[in-house]
Structure formats: C-alpha cells, structure tokens
T-cell receptor, first 112, second 114 residues
Framework: DAKTTQPPSMDCAEGRAANLPCNHSTISGNEYVYWYRQIHSQGPQYIIH???NNETNEMASLIITEDRKSSTLILPHATLRDTAVYYCIAVSSGAGSYQLTFGKGTKLSVIP | EPEVTQTPSHQVTQMGQEVILRCVPI?????FYWYRQILGQKVEFLVS????????KSEIFDDQFSVERPDGSNFTLKIRSTKLEDSAMYFC????????????FGQGTRLTVV
C-alpha cells in the first residue's frame, strides 16, 4: 500500500498558484518524495522530487516539512493544461531498479 | 526532450490470443519497466528489467507475461494467452539509473481483449 495520502480532488483558478498537499508521516529517512502527474490517461509525467530540502524546477516547487511528515507541491501559475491527476509517491533511495507505487492521487481541476 | 515510444497505440485482440506490446526506451537508459492501468483504476507496477534480466516483478506478472529486449533498442511485453481482464493501458518506462532518477513514461498502448 502507498505510504502517502492525498485529497481526492482540488480546484484551482487559472493563473493562481495550485498547492497540492501530501501526507507521508511513515516514510523512512532514505525515502524520497516524488511527484508525478497523469493528464487524461496519458503516461505519467515526472514533475519533481526531494528528500529533505525544498526543491524548485521549471515546472513546480516542492516544500517538505522539517519533520518530513508532509509536503506540498506548488504549481506557481496554474494553466488549464495543468488539469491532471497528481501523484505523491515515496521512493526508496536504494540502488538498483525501483518501482513506483501509485496511489489514487489528487485530481486537480484548473478552472478558467 | 527525449521520449519513450510505444507501439501500437491501440490493440484489439481476441481472448486467448498472444499479443506483443513494443517500446523503444530512451537510448542511454539502462532500466526498463512495464506498468498497466485498468480503466478508472490505479497505475500498477508489472515488472522491471535491468542487464537483460527481470529485477523485480509484481504478483500481476504471472507466467502469462514475459519481457524481452531483443535488440539494443526495443523492449517488449508479451502476453501469451490474453484474458478479458488483461484489457488495460500498458505503459512502458525507462530510467537512466535505478533509485534516484525520474522515470520517463511512454504514452501507452490501449489493449482491448474481446
């Protein structure tokens, strides 16, 4: 079972920041928090990942609490094309192959 | 941007027939994966493949399934005798190294078993 919990759905106004929360109170110290999204049954798309520090890339920012029990994915200026299911996934940092365990994610609807 | 390519995009097959789903991973990637998603359900891990052998597989990946990297570019998933419940989107993914890097997913093959 997934080690993360997310709200099933959220709405966000176009142009505003979308803040997607994720609880992962049971992840271990060597587990990264990864975010993926899936736009309308397309293949999942990598967004960002982090371990302890906050991370930012061209798509989003990831804020991880100091106790690592939760995190927030921020899409700074949501567009209609950001409407998708967003998955927060705990991934072991062990070397070798790894599998992603997808939960149900958060369905983000960006509203004009 | 590099991409994982899957063919065909849609395959319809009769129950009991064999199907082969094809994937071309990103060229310098070393780890390859198959996932599936039954309509309306979660994305589920099937198998991972590294150094020409299976490194992990899920309970779904039973004897009816097999994977192969027949040449330097293709990665295939074979279902020997399809069942109705095999109807799903099948996604191929690849990563450069295991563990810490993001996976690139293909756009999927929609398999419909009739």
């Amino acid at each position: 079972d997934a080690k993360t919990t997310q709200p099933p759905s959220m709405d966000c106004a176009e142009g505003r920041a979308a803040n997607l929360p994720c609880n992962h109170s049971t992840i271990s110290g060597n587990e990264y928090v990864y975010w993926y999204r899936q736009i309308h049954s397309q293949g999942p798309q990598y967004i960002i990942h982090g371990l302890k520090n906050n991370e930012t890339n061209e798509m989003a920012s990831l804020i991880i609490t100091e106790d690592r029990k939760s995190s927030t994915l921020i899409l700074p200026h949501a567009t209609l094309r950001d409407t998708a299911v967003y998955y927060c996934i705990a991934v072991s940092s062990g070397a070798g192959s790894y599998q992603l365990t997808f939960g149900k994610g958060t369905k983000l609807s960006v509203i004009p | 941007e590099p991409e994982v390519t899957q063919t065909p995009s849609h395959q319809v097959t009769q129950m009991g027939q064999e199907v082969i789903l094809r994937c071309v991973p990103i060229s310098n990637h070393l780890y390859f994966y198959w996932y599936r998603q039954i309509l309306g359900q979660k994305v589920e891990f099937l198998v991972s493949f590294y150094n020409n052998e299976i490194s992990e597989k899920s309970e779904i990946f039973d004897d009816q399934f097999s994977v192969e990297r027949p040449d330097g570019s293709n990665f295939t998933l074979k279902i020997r005798s399809t069942k109705l419940e095999d109807s799903a989107m099948y996604f191929c993914a690849s990563t450069a190294t295991g563990g810490w890097t993001e996976a690139f997913f293909g756009q999927g093959t929609r398999l419909t078993v009739v």
